[in-house]
Structures are given as structure tokens and as C-alpha cells.
């Protein structure tokens, strides 16, 4: 069982403290899975300007412009932002599956 949570404010590296949390401990193999740009990703992908906007209520085109600027910023440092998306995870896991030698796997996740 492989356990994902989705969202660069989140991680599923914190899951590993809780184990305990999880009835299927104990029962079969329990792998966390820290995806791309994940809180303790590196690169991690946070961006804490579009929070404290919407925190302080700001209006919608001021939430675009902090998405924008933590956008451009990213880029500015290298990250290749189209290498973050639901098929290159799909291949991340499938990575892990042959890695660990697992016929299969079973998922479990949360956003």
C-alpha cells in the first residue's frame, strides 16, 4: 500500500510519524510516497504569497498576480514546472512499483 497526499502545502513524509493512524499497518507493506513538489520535496513548490492573500481578503486579481510571482520566481531558479502533473506522479509510482519489485500496488490518498 502505497499512501499520497496531494498538494505542495502537504506531505505524505508526515503520514510516517502516524503510523498508527492506519488500520492496514501490520496487515501488508506500507510505503509513503513524498511527490514532486510536496512540502519536503526538493524543489518544494510552496508558494505562501497566494495564502496570505487570500488571508487578507485581497481581490481576486492580487491572488493571480502572488501566483504569477511565485510562478515566475520558481522558473527563475530552474524549476521546470511542467515536469509537475498527474502523469509524470502516474510515473513516479510506477517507478517506486519496479523498484520495490510489486506486482502491484494499492493507493491511498488524500488532498
Known amino acids: 500500500m502505497v499512501k ?32 514532486r513538489g510536496t512540502h519536503n520535496a526538493r524543489p518544494a513548490l510552496m508558494c505562501p504569497q497566494f495564502p496570505d492573500a487570500l488571508r487578507a481578503g485581497l481581490p481576486l486579481s492580487a491572488q493571480v498576480e502572488a501566483v504569477t510571482s511565485c510562478r515566475n520566481a520558481l522558473e527563475a531558479v530552474g524549476v521546470n514546472l511542467a515536469a509537475y502533473n498527474s502523469a509524470e506522479s502516474a510515473r513516479d509510482i510506477e517507478d517506486l512499483r519496479l523498484a520495490l519489485g510489486a506486482d502491484r500496488l494499492i493507493l491511498y490518498g488524500g488532498s
Open 4 to 35: 499520497l497526499s496531494g498538494g505542495p502545502g502537504t506531505d505524505g513524509l508526515s503520514t510516517a510519524r502516524f503510523t498508527g493512524a492506519y488500520p492496514w499497518v501490520g496487515e501488508r507493506d506500507f510505503e509513503v510516497f513524498g511527490q
